[in-house]
């Protein structure tokens, strides 16, 4: 099976991004997706210099990993955080992306605001110009309140744009869907908008934050990868590994979990 796979590089979470690509690269990955998220993992940013995103990129270009994706939470609940969501657009198209990623709340920190899913919808259809004028696709990831693909795909038929798909993350799926979700039956309620997914294992109890390298969770893997065979649907898969609350003991063990997910991967019949 061939399709994109990327390793999104929130998995070294407090490590730098140059420590990212090198690992990301030695594992034997040729993707990225690279993180802006406000607050929490800001391995680029709107904010940065022009100098300095130009060494991000030269970084990128020596070590041969393509920035597929950037993902960059912003609430979109919130009129007053979509111009910091334009500027992540504007972000994502400089290192030459193909998707952003956001849930519609804020990943990592307290929404500040809330909405309906018309206002939601409105919203994310003001911002539908600049994804066409940038070439991007927004993925919306399922999390918090939207945390499963059977309440995401609700908001996406009510924007109705190519430009928007549902950024699938397999572990959200579980840990706010509830201890009787059924991963598969849920993945195949929302498979015809997937349009990028999180490959993302998950281990311990259901709200237990306990996300550790594929193959090393409770995650059944083949059926949901049947699912997306048999529907056609060749979406990229960008890696999340988020490890156990207090965080991987250090930079070795990340390193060690990004090769696991790639064995893990290439096992199951992709070629990466």
Not at 84 to 90: K, L, S, T, Y
Not at 105 to 133: F, M, R, T
Not at 228 to 244: G, R, T, V
């Amino acid at each position: 099976m061939k399709r994109i796979i990327a390793v999104n590089s929130n998995t070294y979470h407090d490590f730098s991004l140059a420590e990212a690509i090198k690992g990301i690269k030695a594992a034997g990955f040729n993707y990225i997706e690279l993180t802006a998220t406000k607050g929490w993992t800001e391995h680029v940013f709107p904010t940065m210099s022009l100098n300095e995103l130009y060494e991000i990129e030269d970084r990128l270009i020596e070590a041969e990993l393509i920035p597929i994706s950037l993902s960059g939470h912003t609430n979109l609940m919130d009129n007053d955080r979509l111009d910091d969501f334009i500027a992540n657009i504007r972000l994502a198209h400089f290192f030459g992306c193909k998707y952003i990623i956001s849930s519609i709340g804020e990943a990592h920190l307290e929404d500040k605001a809330e909405a309906s899913d018309q206002k939601v919808a409105a919203n994310i259809k003001n911002l539908i110009p600049y994804l066409e004028d940038y070439n991007l696709i927004l993925g919306l990831e399922n999390h918090g309140k939207h945390g499963t693909g059977k309440r995401l795909i609700e908001i996406v038929d009510l924007i109705d744009s190519e430009r928007v798909v549902i950024n699938y993350d397999t572990a959200n799926a579980i840990f706010y869907g509830g201890k009787d979700l059924d991963l598969a039956a849920d993945l195949k309620t929302a498979v015809e908008k997937v349009g990028h997914l999180h490959l993302k294992d998950k281990a311990g109890a259901q709200t237990e934050w306990n996300f550790p390298a594929l193959g090393k969770g409770n995650i059944n893997f083949k059926p949901l990868f049947e699912i997306l065979e048999k529907n056609d649907n060749n979406s990229p898969f960008s890696i999340e590994i988020e490890f156990e609350e207090e965080g991987p003991s250090d930079l070795e063990e990340v390193n060690q979990a990004v090769k696991d997910s790639y064995d893990f991967l290439k096992e199951a019949g992709f070629k990466i």
